[in-house]
């Protein structure tokens, strides 16, 4: 976290990283799990910047297996999936319109809410996530920051995000303290990437490790992370 005041002539004032904000207690810790979801990405076109959003959502959208790696994985890390609150980062609209469908088909009540969703539906989607009459809501570039829910307890990261920018934000989405929520539980759905994919950006952004001591912890599972926090890659996403 990073604060400019006019006070200083546009100079940076006070700055407060991730790490040291979750030392202090000011955020909840956050469990974070990265799983495979058999896609291959490595053949899509790369573009400066990242893939085609259109290859990426004709490769999600339909894509019936993959949801049903999601719903497994969240039944195995969430301990009561009818009390989450969740946040789902979809690739598109259509593809986040298709996954709320699915998750509600699957038992897990779901919403698309999307550039398309006028504000009188954002708000009760919101308040419906905070009742918990639904579970998730499955959106595409809204919902990185400015939205106020702190009991939001799970993060669901359904697209490939290069940006350690865009990855923190989403992230921040869930790690607000509230009354009843240990922790943050992250669920990144991983496949094969593209050979120009910077996957060890957000690790970086996450842990302020150099690329090397990075690949250490990688190989040691992360030992020197903050209280209450974890991160678990499987075999085939590490």
């Not at 993060?155 to 009354?179: C, H, M, N, Y």
């Not at 240990?182 to 302020?208: E, S």
Request: hydrophobic share 40%.
């Amino acid at each position: 976290m990073v604060r400019t005041s006019p006070y200083f002539d546009g100079r940076i004032a006070a700055e407060l990283r991730l790490w040291e904000a979750l030392e202090r207690g000011l955020l909840a810790p956050f469990q974070y799990f990265g799983v495979p979801d058999g896609t291959d990405l490595s053949h899509l076109t790369w573009r400066r910047g990242g893939y085609e959003q259109a290859e990426l959502e004709r490769l999600y959208t339909g894509n019936h297996a993959r949801v049903g790696m999601l719903v497994r994985a969240i039944e195995d890390v969430v301990a009561d999936p009818g009390r989450m609150r969740a946040l789902a980062f979809c690739v598109s609209i259509a593809h986040a319109r298709f996954m709320a469908e699915q998750l509600t088909a699957r038992g897990i009540p779901a919403r698309a809410v999307t550039a398309d969703t006028d504000w009188t539906d954002r708000r009760n989607a919101l308040q419906a996530l905070r009742e918990r009459h639904v579970n998730v809501l499955c959106t595409v570039d809204l919902f990185n920051e400015g939205i106020d829910l702190p009991e939001i307890d799970t993060v669901l990261l359904l697209r490939p995000t290069e940006s350690a920018t865009v990855f923190l934000q989403q992230l921040g989405r869930g790690l607000r303290i509230a009354d009843g929520k240990p922790c943050l539980t992250v669920l990144d759905m991983i496949g094969a990437q593209h050979r120009k994919f910077r996957f060890d950006l957000r690790f970086r952004a996450l842990t302020g490790a150099s690329p090397r001591e990075l690949e250490r912890q990688i190989q040691e599972g992360f030992p020197r992370l903050p209280a209450g926090c974890h991160i678990h890659l499987e075999p085939v996403a590490r």
